[in-house]
C-alpha cells in the first residue's frame, strides 16, 4: 500500500472527464487531518474543485498487480482456450462484438476526444476527422461486410482433376496481438482490433504508455463494452510488452519506430510468428514551379503541421524544390502557416504539441545541431513547459544532418534545393523507402518519372496524406490464414 500526501480544499469533489466521479472514498476526520482511503482507484486523470480552507489529506492508493512473463502465459492461454472453443468464430459474435464497438464510439464520443486532447492537445476537429471518424468507417465497413468476407470464394481446378470443385475457405488465425502506437493512439488502437475480429481472432491489445489517457480510456471501454474471455487489454510500458512477446502468438502487428520494429520481429522469430511491422520514414514532398502555389502550400500545411504537428508516418517529413523557386514557396508558406495557425503559433489552439518531454529535448538537439541552427529561415519559437515548438522552416541543411537522416516527426521542415527537379530522385532514393512520398506538378512526363524512379509505401501527386481515406487498409485480410477446401467431384459428397 503506498500513501501520497496532497494539499487540496475542505469539501473538495474528485471529478474526472465529463463531471463524473473518478473513484470512491472514506473520509474520516482527525484534528486538522481527513484521511481518505482509496480501495478502488480507476485509472484515470482527474482534479479537485470546489473549494474552502486547504487541508492535508492521506491519499492511501493500492499496488497496481505487476504483470509479468507468468500472467502473459496465463493470459494467453485463457484465449487460446476461447478461441478453440470457435466462439470467436461464430458469425453473430463477431458482428455483435463490432456492434458494440461503434455503440461504445457513439457513447463515448466525447471522452474519447478529451483523452486526445490530453495526451497530445489535439484539436477536437483533428481528433475527430483524423482518429474518431476513421475507426467509425472501419466499424461500418466491417460490418457491411463481413458476410461476403466469411463466404467461401469459388475457384477453378485444372483439368487434370475434372469434374472437380474448389473453394477458398478464410480461417481466423488464432490468438494475436496488437502493439499501438501514441500518434494516433485511439484509430492505431482499434482499428487492427476491428480486423482481428472480424476474421475471427482472439486479441490482446497493448496500447502506448507514452499516451496514458487514451490507454487508460481504451482499458475501461474494451472492458465494459466488448467480450473479455476473448478481447483484452494490457497497459503497461517495456515490461509489460517484453512478458507479452515471450509469448507464442499466431501473429504481430507492431506500429512505431524501427528501433523497437527489429525487438518485435526478433522475439517473434522465436516462435515462428509472422508480423506485419509499420514503421513509418522520411516522407518528400517534390514540388514544382509550374503549380497553384497557393493550394499546393495548404495541402503541405495540411500533411505536416495540421496533421498532428508532424507527429505522423505519413506526414510530409521534407520538402525539395528548385534554387529558383525556393524563395517564393518559402514565402507563400510563411503567409499560409499564419492564416492557419495565427501570427503567435504558440498560443494556437488548432495545433497539436509534441507528446512528452523526451520527444521535445529530441527535436531540440535536431534542431540545434552545428551547421542546422543557422539555416532556420522560419519559426524555431519552442516552450519546454507547454511541450511546444512552433512551425518551423530550415533551408539547405546538410545532407549528413540528423535531420535529413533521421524521421523527424515533429514540426520542423527541412528544404533541400536543386538545380533540376530529377535531381530530387538522387536525395530521395539514397534513403530508406519511404512510407510516402508526394510530387506537385502538373507536367505529365516528370509525374510518370517519379512514379517509375521512386519506390515508397504510398504515392500522391497534388496533395499529401488523402491515400490513407481513399485506399482503406483491409485489417480483415491481415488476421485470416487460407485453406483450399479437398476437391471433389461435382454431386458427391466430400469424403
Same mark, same amino acid.
Given at each position: 500500500?503506498?500513501?501520497?500526501?496532497?494539499?487540496?480544499?475542505?469539501?473538495?469533489?474528485?471529478?474526472?472527464?465529463?463531471?463524473?466521479?473518478?473513484?470512491?472514498?472514506?473520509?474520516?476526520?482527525?484534528?486538522?487531518?481527513?484521511?481518505?482511503?482509496?480501495?478502488?482507484?480507476?485509472?484515470?486523470?482527474?482534479?479537485?474543485?470546489?473549494?474552502?480552507?486547504?487541508?492535508?489529506?492521506?491519499?492511501? %492508493?493500492?499496488?497496481?498487480?505487476?504483470?509479468?512473463?507468468?500472467?502473459?502465459?496465463?493470459?494467453?492461454?485463457?484465449?487460446?482456450?476461447?478461441?478453440?472453443?470457435?466462439?470467436?468464430?461464430?458469425?453473430?459474435?463477431?458482428?455483435?462484438?463490432?456492434?458494440?464497438?461503434?455503440?461504445?464510439?457513439?457513447?463515448?464520443?466525447?471522452?474519447?476526444?478529451?483523452?486526445?486532447?490530453?495526451?497530445?492537445?489535439?484539436?477536437?476537429?483533428?481528433?475527430?476527422?483524423?482518429?474518431?471518424?476513421?475507426?467509425?468507417?472501419?466499424?461500418?465497413?466491417?460490418?457491411?461486410?463481413?458476410?461476403?468476407?466469411?463466404?467461401?470464394?469459388?475457384?477453378?481446378?485444372?483439368?487434370?482433376? &475434372?469434374?472437380?470443385?474448389?473453394?477458398? *475457405?478464410?480461417?481466423?488465425?488464432?490468438?494475436?496481438?496488437?502493439?499501438?502506437?501514441?500518434?494516433?493512439?485511439?484509430?492505431?488502437?482499434?482499428?487492427?482490433?476491428?480486423?482481428?475480429?472480424?476474421?475471427?481472432?482472439? %486479441?490482446?491489445?497493448?496500447?502506448?504508455?507514452?499516451?496514458?489517457?487514451?490507454?487508460?480510456?481504451?482499458?475501461?471501454?474494451?472492458?465494459?463494452? #466488448?467480450?473479455?474471455?476473448?478481447?483484452?487489454? *494490457?497497459?503497461?510500458?517495456?515490461?509489460?510488452?517484453?512478458?507479452?512477446?515471450?509469448?507464442?502468438?499466431?501473429?504481430?502487428?507492431?506500429?512505431?519506430?524501427?528501433?523497437?520494429?527489429?525487438?518485435?520481429?526478433?522475439?517473434?522469430?522465436?516462435?515462428?510468428?509472422?508480423?506485419?511491422?509499420?514503421?513509418?520514414?522520411?516522407?518528400?514532398? %517534390?514540388?514544382?514551379?509550374?503549380?497553384?502555389?497557393?493550394?499546393?502550400?495548404?495541402?503541405?500545411?495540411?500533411?505536416?503541421?495540421?496533421?498532428?504537428?508532424?507527429?505522423?508516418?505519413?506526414?510530409?517529413?521534407?520538402?525539395?524544390?528548385?534554387?529558383?523557386?525556393?524563395?517564393?514557396?518559402?514565402?507563400?508558406?510563411? &503567409?499560409?502557416?499564419? /492564416?492557419?495557425?495565427?501570427?503567435?503559433?504558440?498560443?494556437?489552439?488548432?495545433?497539436?504539441?509534441?507528446?512528452?518531454?523526451?520527444?521535445?529535448?529530441?527535436?531540440?538537439?535536431?534542431?540545434?545541431?552545428?551547421?542546422?541552427?543557422?539555416?532556420?529561415?522560419?519559426?524555431?519559437?519552442?516552450?519546454?513547459?507547454?511541450?511546444?515548438?512552433?512551425?518551423?522552416?530550415?533551408?539547405?541543411?546538410?545532407?549528413?544532418?540528423? #535531420?535529413? /537522416?533521421?524521421?523527424?516527426?515533429?514540426?520542423?521542415?527541412?528544404?533541400?534545393? *536543386?538545380?533540376?527537379?530529377?535531381?530530387?530522385?538522387?536525395?530521395?532514393?539514397?534513403?530508406?523507402?519511404?512510407?510516402?512520398? &508526394?510530387?506537385?506538378?502538373?507536367?505529365?512526363?516528370?509525374?510518370?518519372?517519379? %512514379? /517509375?524512379?521512386?519506390?515508397?509505401?504510398?504515392?500522391?501527386?497534388?496533395?499529401?496524406?488523402?491515400?490513407?481515406?481513399?485506399?482503406?487498409?483491409?485489417?480483415?485480410?491481415?488476421?485470416?490464414?487460407?485453406?483450399?477446401?479437398?476437391?471433389?467431384?461435382?454431386?458427391?459428397?466430400?469424403?
Amino acid at each position: 500500500m503506498k500513501s501520497l500526501s496532497v494539499e487540496l480544499l475542505l469539501a473538495c469533489s474528485a471529478v474526472g472527464a465529463g463531471g463524473r466521479t473518478a473513484f470512491s472514498y472514506r473520509r474520516t476526520r482527525q484534528s486538522n487531518q481527513t484521511r481518505l482511503s482509496f480501495p478502488h482507484v480507476l485509472r484515470t486523470s482527474y482534479c479537485f474543485r470546489s473549494c474552502s480552507a486547504a487541508l492535508s489529506l492521506m491519499v492511501e %492508493v493500492e499496488d497496481k498487480p505487476e504483470f509479468d512473463i507468468d500472467k502473459a502465459a496465463s493470459l494467453v492461454k485463457d484465449l487460446r482456450k476461447t478461441f478453440n472453443s470457435g466462439k470467436t468464430s461464430n458469425y453473430e459474435w463477431r458482428m455483435s462484438q463490432l456492434k458494440s464497438i461503434e455503440r461504445m464510439i457513439e457513447e463515448k464520443e466525447r471522452d474519447i476526444t478529451e483523452a486526445l486532447h490530453k495526451d497530445l492537445s489535439k484539436p477536437g476537429f483533428e481528433a475527430f476527422v483524423a482518429e474518431i471518424s476513421q475507426v467509425k468507417s472501419s466499424c461500418k465497413l466491417a460490418l457491411k461486410e463481413l458476410s461476403r468476407w466469411m463466404t467461401p470464394e469459388k475457384v477453378k481446378t485444372s483439368l487434370t482433376t &475434372y469434374p472437380s470443385s474448389a473453394e477458398i *475457405v478464410s480461417e481466423p488465425l488464432g490468438v494475436v496481438l496488437v502493439i499501438s502506437t501514441w500518434n494516433f493512439p485511439f484509430l492505431l488502437s482499434l482499428d487492427p482490433v476491428i480486423g482481428a475480429i472480424s476474421a475471427g481472432n482472439a %486479441v490482446v491489445l497493448k496500447p502506448s504508455e507514452i499516451a496514458p489517457a487514451t490507454s487508460s480510456l481504451l482499458s475501461r471501454l474494451v472492458e465494459e463494452y #466488448l467480450d473479455n474471455s476473448a478481447i483484452r487489454i *494490457v497497459e503497461g510500458a517495456v515490461n509489460e510488452t517484453t512478458a507479452l512477446l515471450e509469448q507464442k502468438w499466431d501473429k504481430i502487428l507492431y506500429t512505431g519506430s524501427a528501433r523497437v520494429g527489429r525487438i518485435v520481429m526478433a522475439a517473434a522469430a522465436k516462435h515462428l510468428t509472422p508480423v506485419i511491422l509499420e514503421l513509418g520514414g522520411k516522407c518528400p514532398a %517534390v514540388v514544382d514551379s509550374n503549380i497553384n502555389l497557393q493550394v499546393a502550400v495548404r495541402r503541405i500545411i495540411a500533411g505536416k503541421w495540421a496533421c498532428n504537428n508532424g507527429q505522423a508516418c505519413i506526414g510530409v517529413d521534407y520538402i525539395i524544390t528548385t534554387k529558383d523557386f525556393a524563395s517564393k514557396l518559402i514565402d507563400s508558406l510563411r &503567409y499560409e502557416l499564419e /492564416q492557419f495557425f495565427g501570427q503567435d503559433p504558440m498560443k494556437s489552439q488548432d495545433i497539436s504539441r509534441i507528446v512528452s518531454s523526451s520527444h521535445f529535448a529530441r527535436l531540440v538537439q535536431l534542431l540545434d545541431e552545428d551547421n542546422v541552427s543557422d539555416k532556420v529561415v522560419f519559426g524555431g519559437q519552442r516552450d519546454e513547459n507547454q511541450l511546444k515548438i512552433a512551425p518551423t522552416i530550415l533551408l539547405d541543411i546538410p545532407e549528413d544532418s540528423r #535531420l535529413m /537522416q533521421e524521421e523527424i516527426f515533429g514540426p520542423l521542415m527541412p528544404i533541400q534545393t *536543386v538545380e533540376k527537379l530529377e535531381d530530387s530522385f538522387e536525395i530521395i532514393n539514397s534513403k530508406p523507402k519511404p512510407l510516402a512520398s &508526394y510530387l506537385f506538378t502538373n507536367e505529365e512526363q516528370l509525374k510518370k518519372d517519379f %512514379v /517509375q524512379k521512386i519506390s515508397s509505401g504510398g504515392m500522391l501527386i497534388n496533395d499529401t496524406i488523402l491515400h490513407v481515406i481513399t485506399l482503406f487498409i483491409n485489417y480483415f485480410d491481415i488476421w485470416k490464414d487460407f485453406s483450399v477446401i479437398e476437391a471433389f467431384p461435382k454431386g458427391n459428397k466430400s469424403p
